[in-house]
T-cell receptor
Framework: SQQGEEDPQALSIQEGENATMNCSYK?????LQWYRQNSGRGLVHLIL?????REKHSGRLRVTLDTSKKSSSLLITASRAADTASYFC????????????FGSGTRLLVRP | DTGVSQNPRHKITKRGQNVTFRCDPI?????LYWYRQTLGQGPEFLTY????????KSRLLSDRFSAERPKGSFSTLEIQRTEQGDSAMYLC?????????????FGPGTRLTVT
């Protein structure tokens, strides 16, 4: 079963705009990761945020984590057509650090 | 390319047939994972190896499914007596234990279609 849900399920923006995706999860975590998946391909790791961190940046990516609300957000700034993909949050399972539990994903379309 | 590789990339089989998929992880990674992904959903954990030992199996992994990782290197996932509900993308991932890194590196997946 899925750990959490991403919101929105689908997002369509113009190139250059910012894209924000949200993720909610159900149980306590050690860390939360975001992955990107291009159509029909494997997942690529984007960024990891630990439970004791509140915000993290990597290039055009900004991730926030609110453990009290069991939620995270991924912000992609100055989007490009190449950012078109599905984005998934993944948390480690309770009592384990190795098993990832993924949400259902946000499908992002960046229009040129 | 030293990433995770999976073969075949696509497999079409008839219901009732057996299929086997192969995953070659990144060479120094001691952990290997199998996930299943259906259309419009995120990947779901199936099983996990640390070296050659299979340490956890999901309830999704019925007795028709078996996975091995001989010698702690490549892994195979076999599905016996395939059913239409087995149609999905099967993803393999690997990681290196320790160092505080929890990132998993995914292969391109094997897309299974059961007709």
């Amino acid at each position: 079963s899925q750990q959490g849900e991403e919101d929105p399920q689908a997002l369509s923006i113009q190139e250059g705009e910012n894209a924000t995706m949200n993720c909610s999860y159900k149980t306590s975590i050690n860390n939360l990761q975001w992955y990107r998946q291009n159509s029909g391909r494997g997942l690529v790791h984007l960024i990891l945020i630990r439970s004791n961190e509140r915000e993290k940046h990597s290039g055009r990516l900004r991730v926030t984590l609110d453990t009290s609300k069991k939620s995270s957000s991924l912000l992609i700034t100055a989007s490009r057509a190449a950012d078109t993909a599905s984005y998934f949050c993944a948390t480690d399972a309770p009592q384990s650090s190795y098993k990832l539990i993924f949400g259902s994903g946000t499908r992002l379309l960046v229009r040129p | 390319d030293t990433g995770v590789s999976q073969n075949p990339r696509h497999k079409i089989t008839k219901r009732g047939q057996n299929v086997t998929f192969r995953c070659d992880p990144i060479s120094e990674h001691n952990r290997l994972y199998w996930y299943r992904q259906t259309l419009g959903q995120g990947p779901e954990f199936l099983t996990y190896f640390q070296n050659e030992a299979q340490l956890e199996k999901s309830r999704l992994l019925s007795d028709r499914f078996s996975a091995e990782r001989p010698k702690g290197s490549f892994s195979t996932l076999e599905i016996q007596r395939t059913e239409q509900g087995d149609s999905a993308m099967y993803l393999c991932a690997s990681s290196l234990e320790g160092g505080g890194s929890y990132e998993q590196y995914f292969g391109p997946g094997t897309r299974l279609t059961v007709t």
